[in-house]
């Protein structure tokens, strides 16, 4: 069973960093594109990252600001912000397209559960 778990939540200022992890856990045969998203109180969520094995992409309220990764196995994937602002309050979730089987050539979307990152001023 193929599951998502985000961590690296939490509270911190404004001006400060905070590097979110989402670890890929089960049998994956393909990781085909992965995602972050976000969404804040009284708002719809939002996507804001994404990556592939040849690009990324961002959302422009967080370009130059956050980046998007993942370790070579493709089993973990980061999101590392800085210069967070009281506007990037929101719980983050990873998302992921995987195919699981090889004699299955097709991309199931599956979810983390969040995590909530706060920012004070």
């Known amino acids: 069973q193929v599951q998502l778990l985000e961590s690296g939540g939490g509270s911190v200022q404004a001006g400060g960093s905070r590097r979110l992890s989402c670890v890929v856990s089960g049998k994956v045969y393909i990781t085909c594109k992965m995602y972050w998203y976000r969404q804040a109180p009284g708002k719809e969520r939002e996507l804001i990252s994404t990556?592939?094995?040849?690009?990324?992409t961002y959302v422009d309220n967080v370009k130059g600001r956050f980046t998007v990764s993942r370790n070579s196995a493709q089993s973990t994937l980061y999101l590392q912000m800085n210069s967070l602002t009281t506007e990037d309050t929101a719980v983050y979730s990873c998302a992921a397209d995987l195919q699981l089987r090889s004699n299955r050539p097709i991309c199931d979307k599956f979810w983390g559960q969040g995590t909530q990152v706060t920012v004070s001023s």
């Open positions: 990556i592939t094995d040849s690009s990324t």
